[in-house]
């Protein structure tokens, strides 16, 4: 039998292009990237206002805004809506990526990471300085991309709005840009160890918070918290680690960050989530109040979720027999189901697409399961393959 490349699946907002269907539209329904279905795409990032797809044998695509060069190569025009091969980042094998608020980041097999986007906080790493008549510092945006943090051998990177931060293979973090709301703080451009974290397994980081997962299972958050989005109990901000409160005695396995908002989920697939609450975002019904300290999401319970993923101001959960769960604010169908209504209750995402030509013919019949899901600014990304009768029969 054929093997089937997975699919991308996108929906939301398009105006940007960052859905990779050749039109600028928006989609209140999961459709198809069918420009990527040669390829054997096995991670999405979706950004604010941009996308991009690592394939199996290391060659990254990116497509959607690129004004200040965020997608890798000089802008010919202010958007594109189909994705296309990273020219510069050819040789090496990407294996991971981020998308902060203008600039990207991605780290390859060998453990080196690149930078490229906006500039203007130092956030694409160290940069020659040029001054200006007032002697102040200017930054040009990076539209190739360049080898950042070359003295540290990387095993995961994440980009927040202004800042970058990256999980070395050794357990500790580093980080550099604007770590705050631009004005609070004096950017830099030279990557500085974050104390007091050692052993970090897995990084999050959303618009100005960070959060840090360690091998003893105790989760570190820092950074901006007028939301609660540290989950310490208070809305002060944090410049040094500080541990999440109320999750000491769970096995943690995946976290994530969104614009101000913070989830966790535990071996047994229970989601926990805090921060802004705002439309909905953290699942918690029709209570959309902000909350300061982790709580767990009741009406994901008994779904056994193995993924969460936080955009601006939605969610989606994974579960894993490769069904999704989207919540949040509903305008530009960013929830995927077909309404723009904006709801705390999470609802599935259905997958109505046609299998593959090559299966349609055979008579077989399958079901598209989703593997992995990104959530953006306004749009979601996901992967999903097909899981037929014949598949199943041979498992």
């Not at 930078?115 to 906080?121: D, H, L, P, V």
């Not at 993924?307 to 969610?315: A, I, L, N, Y």
């Not at 309404?339 to 259905?350: A, F, I, Y």
Request: net charge negative; aromatic share 6%; charged share 20%.
């Amino acid at each position: 039998m054929a093997s089937v490349n997975p699919i991308i699946l996108a929906w939301g907002s398009g105006e940007d292009g960052q859905l990779g269907i050749g039109d600028n539209e928006e989609k209140e329904w999961v459709c198809a990237v069918k420009a990527l279905e040669s390829q054997r795409v096995c991670s999405v990032v979706a950004g604010s206002r941009n996308s991009l797809a690592i394939c199996e044998d290391g060659k990254l695509f990116t497509w959607g805004w690129n004004q200040r060069g965020t997608l890798g190569h000089p802008p010919e025009t202010k958007t594109e809506n189909i994705p296309s091969q990273v020219k510069a980042l050819a040789n090496v094998k990407i294996v991971q990526a981020a998308i902060g608020g203008w600039h990207c980041l991605a780290v390859d097999d060998h453990g080196h990471a690149y930078a490229w986007g906006g500039n203007e906080y130092g956030q694409c790493g160290e940069e020659p300085e040029r001054k200006d008549d007032n002697s102040r510092a200017l930054r040009r945006d990076i539209v190739i991309p360049q080898r950042c943090a070359s003295r540290l051998t990387v095993r995961q990177v994440a980009a927040g709005g202004t800042h970058s931060v990256v999980l070395t293979r050794e357990g500790h973090v580093w980080t550099w840009g604007q770590p705050w709301p631009p004005g609070d703080i004096k950017q830099i451009s030279t990557p500085v160890r974050v104390q007091g974290l050692e052993k970090v397994k897995l990084i999050a980081v959303g618009a100005f918070h960070n959060l840090a997962l360690g091998e003893e299972g105790v989760l570190w958050a820092w950074g901006n918290n007028e939301y609660g989005q540290l989950g310490t109990g208070d809305t002060q901000p944090r410049s040094q680690p500080i541990p999440v409160q109320g999750l000491y005695d769970l096995t943690l396995v995946d976290i994530a960050a969104g614009g101000w908002h913070s989830t966790a989920f535990t071996e047994e697939g229970e989601v926990y989530a805090w921060g802004r609450g705002e439309h909905g975002r953290l699942g918690f019904g029709d209570d959309k109040s902000s909350k300061m300290v982790p709580q767990k999401v009741q009406l994901l319970v008994g779904e056994d979720i193995v993924q969460v993923s936080c955009g601006g101001t939605h969610s989606v959960a994974l579960t894993r027999d490769g069904r999704m769960f989207s919540f949040g604010r509903g305008d530009h169908g960013r929830l995927g189901y077909g309404r723009k209504v904006t709801t705390g209750h999470p609802n599935e995402v259905p997958i109505n697409l046609p299998p593959p030509r090559d299966l349609s013919s055979s008579g077989s019949n399958g079901r598209w399961c989703a593997k992995l899901v990104a959530c953006g600014g306004r749009h979601t990304l996901a992967i999903a393959s097909l899981q037929t009768d014949e598949l199943e029969q041979q498992l």
